[in-house]
């Protein structure tokens, strides 16, 4: 079992930066690949960020690649989410997920475990 915890979130201004943060519980979390999905208001959830086991290994979305970096600490079972250059598009509620496995992946319904998120809005 793997709990996550995201934290960071809250109202910026369009070409501000945050950071969001997701703590993770168990044992298990540095053999896991972790994710970054959010959630815009009235749409359905989608892909933002993934990071491999070891951190070396990135993905990212176009609508983020440039602006958002995925980063990890397995000394601390955290998993970052920098964003910069906010845009007012980047508004939604941001989960962090657990894969079962150590490689990158995107889709969704492969995650095991989710957060509760964490709300980010960005004001024009």
């Known amino acids: 079992q793997v709990q996550l915890v995201e934290s960071g979130g809250g109202l910026v201004q369009a070409g501000d930066s945050l950071r969001l943060s997701c703590a993770a519980s168990?044992?298990?979390?540095?053999?896991?690949?972790m994710g970054w999905f959010r959630q815009p208001p009235g749409k359905e959830r989608e892909f933002v960020a993934a990071i491999d086991w070891s951190g070396v290994s990135t993905t990212y979305a176009d609508s983020v690649k440039g602006r958002f970096t995925i980063s990890r600490t397995n000394a601390k079972n955290t998993v970052y989410l920098q964003m910069n250059s906010l845009k007012p598009d980047d508004t939604a509620v941001y989960y962090c997920?657990?894969?079962?496995?150590?490689?990158?992946?995107?889709?969704?319904?492969?995650?095991?475990?989710w957060g509760q998120g964490t709300q980010v809005t960005v004001s024009s």
């Open positions: 168990g044992r298990t979390f540095s053999s896991r690949a």
């Open positions: 997920a657990a894969s079962p496995g150590g490689f990158v992946i995107t889709q969704m319904k492969t995650y095991e475990y």
